[in-house]
């Protein structure tokens, strides 16, 4: 069995880099960089409100299934999955 | 067939299916009762903690709420599905590795205390009980509004209308959570959830076909309407020209919108109802599977909703602002006898006016009405109406039912097996989690016909208390070895204490009060949850240095629930 402290490494670092991405596309995009992200249209859109409305939540979705794939494969690989 | 007719037919047909379920899943061990015995598949739990999840106010408030207030609506759709990324990636799947019942169970284990799994449990009935109040009264609500005619023809102890639609919607409760328990409850949330999707989606269609020509109303949301203008821009402009803020805009500070969001999120990764729902998944790396599935289920409906209310908006805009009062549509005066609208001629001149300014506003309109009226304004059959009276009462019902399984399951569960008595049989906690249920029922039932004041406080504070309480010491638990129960119990104190103060005070007017001038930093009632969190991490951190680490075996505990390997099925012991 390989060591377990590089596969509780690895998730952490894949848990930074995806609560990031979490934060800039609710909080940031949708929040804080609002109104410059509204300067930009798609469509009939505005991109900041589509964030905060829409693309967030889309963002989110992916996420999870982002996180399910690879913890999937890094268990396979230090041999922990079930 | 008239809309009363459809209406019974189809909320009977309904009834009829969840009781039917409750009856062949009957839970008939410890095990059954509290994780439906362990086995869901993670597609079928996605969909059950979905129905969980969406309450009467998702299904029927939501989109009207997000209506009259614009992009400040977004604090709901981000920090109601946000929360979930917190759920997948930071508890769900170590809660289940954990392999126990309830989440107090992980708290008194983790923290070696019997103080910290009462701490937990206290605050799982707060939470529960101020959220399933609001539950029971929706139902009510519902009832109410749909089958007037039938509640008004019969008599029970001599309650209003509201008051028979809560006393049977505690009779169909009863039925599937107290035989079937969390077995029963999983197969009708799911069910319940087709129910409220299809429900929601079928109007937000046909709506959009008709107002923007698109068949997928997240798609319609950004597109042209009849004059040849893109719809939120034309919402921006007549709304501003009429004195209130741009729709896309919003008018809340970005501090506030900030807070909410953020307390939101972490309440909703924190709220015992939606975590346990996890327990009942075979393996962890369902448990993170299970989330992405809930969270793209809530997500048809978290998407639609934003849509709906733009539509409603322009609707309301289009057909009402300006017109003469005696041309209004059928639908109008339809809702006009229920007096969801309201309409007064103040100036007299014989149209309606519609003004941010309350002393020449002549048009007042319930935000329910932005859901309930769709079916008619996009002239839809009747049948519709009856699909979205069953729609409502499954999201009320589900959610209702899942709070009073971790109502129940806190009482038989942590506090007369692990505590008063412990040698309690398997019979005799499945007797006494039966019992806590129907005390439960009952109790919300009382709630609902007697509601407090303060119903519509009760999101600030449920959403705040689970932030403040929970989330960080499971969070804590999971990521940080060091941490003990002397540092877990004064951070649930601290965190539960101030949250409990800030909103006691600006929502209720204890402690001297105060209007929003007032607010700390500016940040109201309901982001207040974001700062209940943070000082419970501060305070748990600040204890547990000063304070002895936690024993050897919690070491290995908190190792052992790190890797998947090994999980098993949810266990007692």
Known sequence: MKDRTGYWKKNLRLLTILLSVWFIVSFGFGILFVDVLNTVRIGGFKLGFWFAQQGSIYVFIALIFIYVQRMNRLEKEYDLDE | ?573
């Open chain 2, 1 to 573: 067939m008239d809309i009363l007719s459809w209406t019974y037919l189809i909320v009977g047909i309904t009834f009829a299916l969840y009781i039917g379920i409750a009856i062949w899943s009957k839970a008939g061990s410890t095990k059954e009762f509290y994780v439906a015995g362990g086995g869901i598949s993670p597609l079928a739990n996605g969909m059950a903690t979905a129905a969980d999840w969406m309450s009467a106010a998702s299904f029927i408030s939501m989109a009207g709420l997000i209506s009259f207030s614009g992009y400040d609506g977004s604090v709901y759709l981000m920090g109601w599905t946000g929360g979930y990324v917190l759920l997948a990636l930071l508890l769900a799947p170590y809660l289940r590795k954990f392999g126990k019942f309830t989440v107090p169970a992980f708290i008194g284990d983790r923290y070696y205390s019997n103080t910290a799994r009462t701490v937990a449990v206290v605050a799982a009935l707060f939470v529960s009980f101020t959220y399933v109040a609001g539950q029971m009264r929706g139902v009510g609500v519902v009832f109410g509004r749909y089958l007037e005619p039938l509640l008004s023809s019969i008599e029970i102890f001599g309650l209003d209308n509201t008051g028979k639609g809560v006393v049977i919607g505690m009779v169909v409760v009863f039925f599937y959570a107290v035989i079937g328990g969390m077995k029963g409850i999983t197969y009708t949330q799911v069910a319940q959830f087709c129910v409220l999707i299809f429900a929601f989606m079928v109007p937000a269609i046909f709506l959009s076909m008709m107002l923007v020509d698109s068949p997928i109303p997240q798609i319609g949301f950004g597109g042209k309407v009849a004059d040849g203008s893109y719809l939120l821009d034309r919402l921006d402009g007549v709304l501003t020209e009429l004195g209130f803020s741009a729709y896309t805009e919003g008018s809340r500070s970005t501090i506030d919108i900030f807070c909410i969001t953020a307390a939101l999120m972490l309440g909703t990764a924190g709220l015992p109802h939606v975590i346990v729902r996890f327990f009942t998944v075979p393996k962890v790396r369902d448990a993170r599977k299970s989330a992405g599935y809930a969270l793209a289920f809530i997500a048809i409906l978290y998407t639609t909703a934003p849509a709906v209310a733009a539509f409603g908006m322009y609707n309301m805009l289009e057909s009402i602002q300006n017109k003469e009062v005696s041309e209004l549509p059928q639908w109008v005066s339809n809702w006009r006898e229920t007096g969801l609208i309201a309409i007064q001629d103040k100036n007299s001149d014989g149209k309606v006016q519609y003004a941010s300014d309350a002393t020449q506003n002549e048009l007042t309109i319930d935000k329910d009405i932005m859901v309930l009226a769709n079916p008619e304004i996009a002239q839809l059959p009747n049948w519709v109406i009856g699909l979205v009276a069953a729609g409502g009462l499954a999201a009320a019902l589900s959610t209702a039912a899942g709070l009073l399984l971790v109502i129940s399951t806190s009482i038989s569960h942590d506090l007369i097996k692990m505590q008063i008595n412990p040698a309690i049989s398997e019979k005799g906690e499945l007797l006494a989690a039966r019992a806590a249920a129907v005390g439960a029922v009952i109790l919300a039932g009382y709630f609902g016909i007697h509601p407090p004041d303060y119903v519509a406080a009760v999101v600030a504070l449920a959403f705040g208390l689970a932030s403040a309480s929970f989330f960080p010491a499971l969070l804590m638990g999971i990521f940080s070895k060091k941490m003990n129960k002397e540092g877990a119990v004064s951070g649930m104190i601290a965190g539960l204490g101030l949250t409990l103060f800030y909103i006691l005070k600006f929502k209720f007017g204890l402690f001297g009060g105060g209007g929003p001038e007032a607010y700390w930093f500016g940040v109201s009632p309901e982001g207040f949850g974001l700062f209940g969190t943070l000082i419970n991490f501060v305070v748990a951190f600040c204890v547990s240095r000063l304070t002895p680490l936690p024993p050897e075996h919690i070491s290995d505990l908190v190792e052992h629930i790190r890797v998947p390997k090994g999980a098993g099925q949810a266990m007692d012991h």
